[in-house]
T-cell receptor
Framework: AQSVAQPEDQVNVAEGNPLTVKCTYS??????LFWYVQYPNRGLQFLLK????DNLVKGSYGFEAEFNKSQTSFHLKKPSALVSDSALYFC?????????????WGAGTKLIIKP | DAGITQSPRHKVTETGTPVTLRCHQT?????MYWYRQDPGHGLRLIHY???????DKGEVSDGYSVSRSKTEDFLLTLESATSSQTSVYFC????????????FGEGSRLTVL
């Protein structure tokens, strides 16, 4: 069965420190991986994706994510956190062979950046 | 801005009443989706559409129906609302790329009393 796990409900980081939000996945075919961010009372915004190629992908707002095939992980990272990064983060995966483009979503991780 | 508008943004209704949520897009995308978001569950797919009059069920479709009579509009209907359908509903469209990333509306908060 296809699934996405975000093992931490909440991550707390001090401003200026590096942050990591974890995501592991299970998919039968080639994984297409995505990160989204949701600010309070807003819709989800696309941050970045991994399809193929370089395992380190860069996205919006200074975020990057590292694809690790052996560990089936796609952790979101940022070298220096900002208070404005505080939000809810979702990891999603789809089977690259799925012609209906359906995404499987993690439950979300709340990121809190403290000044 | 992906050109997605949801209406209404907020609605309070009573158990047993019908409710329709509307999603409107301005960019002529083929795929549209309705999700619900509940604490601890992330996003769950209700229904999706892959073209005019072409729709299919998602993982939590019971109690919901959809219609898509024209490309730009995707309607979600709760025939007889229940308290378990209190949620935030998001519409999304798939980008034109084959990689499949979605772009979301701002959400519709529904409270069923």
């Amino acid at each position: 069965a296809q699934s996405v796990a975000q093992p931490e409900d909440q991550v707390n980081v001090a401003e200026g420190n590096p942050l990591t939000v974890k995501c592991t996945y299970s998919v039968s075919g080639n994984p297409y991986l995505f990160w989204y961010v949701q600010y309070p009372n807003r819709g989800l915004q696309f941050l970045l994706k991994y399809i193929t190629g370089d395992n380190l992908v860069k996205g919006s707002y200074g975020f990057e994510a590292e694809f690790n095939k052996s560990q089936t992980s796609f952790h979101l990272k940022k070298p220096s956190a900002l208070v404005s990064d505080s939000a809810l983060y979702f990891c999603a995966v789809r089977d690259g062979g799925d012609s209906n483009y359906q995404l499987i979503w993690g439950a979300g991780t709340k990121l809190i950046i403290k000044p | 801005d992906a050109g997605i508008t949801q209406s209404p943004r907020h609605k309070v209704t009573e158990t047993g009443t019908p409710v329709t949520l509307r999603c409107h897009q301005t960019e002529n995308h083929r795929y549209m989706y309705w999700y619900r978001q509940d604490p601890g569950h992330g996003l769950r797919l209700i229904h999706y559409s892959y073209g005019v009059k072409d729709t299919d069920k998602g993982e939590v479709s019971d109690g919901y129906s959809v219609s898509r009579s024209k490309t730009e509009d995707f309607l979600l209907t709760l025939e007889s609302a229940t308290s378990s359908q209190t949620s935030v509903y998001f519409c999304a469209i798939k980008s034109g790329l084959n990689t499949g990333e979605l772009f979301f509306g701002e959400g519709s908060r529904l409270t069923v009393l």
